[in-house]
């Protein structure tokens, strides 16, 4: 595959990233940019000027996991973005196709093994839901469709959580820290375009969206990749008000390219009664639909 372009904005990226204190470098008086220059990187990598150029040119083809080593060194890179650029690696060697995930049916055909929708609705304690690399909510439980009523009510949005974050304005409401939740979207999706470069759903999404929203089309230029596992965000629902919640990203095992995403609350804390008081709303009839979509 011709990723030139990819691998070539990738490295100039993460090289205008660091600054030459950070190299443990002079930081001089005559630079025009604050990053590191080639010849810095080939010098911190132990390469020939000629040869780094090279590979910022996008050619990574044949590159030795040494050399991949040494320039993930260089840049110092940290383990989301050293996974992408092997991923650069393998897509440019073409030995990429037994490690990406095997191509799926369009979204709207897949469906959980009734195995999966049991376990998911086994969760009862906070909303739990499978997606994919593209961000699209492929399963979920009652609680979880109650706590993204937005996404499911969003025209044209198809449940996916990257639309809605940059195309429909209840994300400003829904997302307090939005500017932090679209940097994270849009990592995800970086990640996923280099684990997976062949996936053609993929590239007309992010094509609809750097079309249509100038933020993601910003932050899709900067390159910025991460491993989305755990941790906290916090939300506002329009039912039960401010959420704090706490996160955990699991790789499923028997779904290559599938994460199961469930989120909690801290015991005791308001936010446990939110998603209590969220969990007795999901169970009323009148929320078998979606909620009505601000502006509808």
Do not use: C
Not at 97 to 103: E, H, M
Not at 195 to 224: C, I, M, Q, Y
Request: hydrophobic share 40%; no cysteine.
């Amino acid at each position: 595959m011709d990723n030139r372009d990819e691998v070539r904005e990738f490295l100039t990226s993460r090289r205008a990233k660091i600054t030459p204190g950070q190299a443990g470098l002079p930081s001089g008086s005559r630079r025009r940019v604050p990053g590191l220059r080639r010849s810095e990187v080939a010098a911190l990598a132990d390469m020939s000027v000629e040869y780094y150029a090279k590979l910022e040119r996008g050619n990574l083809a044949g590159v030795s996991p040494a050399v991949l080593e040494a320039l993930a060194r260089a840049l110092r890179l940290d383990d989301a973005e050293r996974a992408h650029l092997l991923n650069l690696a393998q897509a440019a060697d073409g030995t990429d196709a037994l490690t990406r995930p095997r191509r799926r049916r369009a979204k709207d055909q897949w469906r959980p093994h009734r195995s999966l929708q049991w376990t998911l609705d086994a969760v009862t304690a906070g909303p739990a839901f499978v997606r994919n690399g593209r961000m699209d909510v492929l399963a979920a439980n009652r609680l979880a469709r109650a706590f993204y009523a937005d996404l499911y009510a969003a025209p044209g949005n198809q449940a996916n959580l990257a639309r809605f974050n940059f195309l429909d304005p209840a994300s400003r409401r829904f997302y307090p820290d939005w500017d932090e939740a679209a940097d994270i979207a849009v990592a995800i999706l970086r990640t996923e375009a280099g684990r997976n470069p062949r996936d053609k759903d993929l590239h007309d999404l992010v094509g609809e969206l750097s079309t249509r929203s100038d933020e993601f089309r910003t932050r899709w230029g900067a390159h910025n990749v991460r491993h989305h596992g755990t941790g906290t965000k916090r939300f506002h629902h329009h039912v039960v008000g401010d959420l704090t919640l706490a996160y955990e990203g699991l790789e499923m095992a028997a779904e290559p390219g599938l994460t199961l995403t469930i989120y909690t609350a801290q015991p005791g804390s308001p936010s446990e009664e939110g998603l209590r008081l969220l969990a007795s709303w999901a169970a009323t009839p009148e929320t078998a639909s979606p909620a009505p979509h601000p502006g509808n």
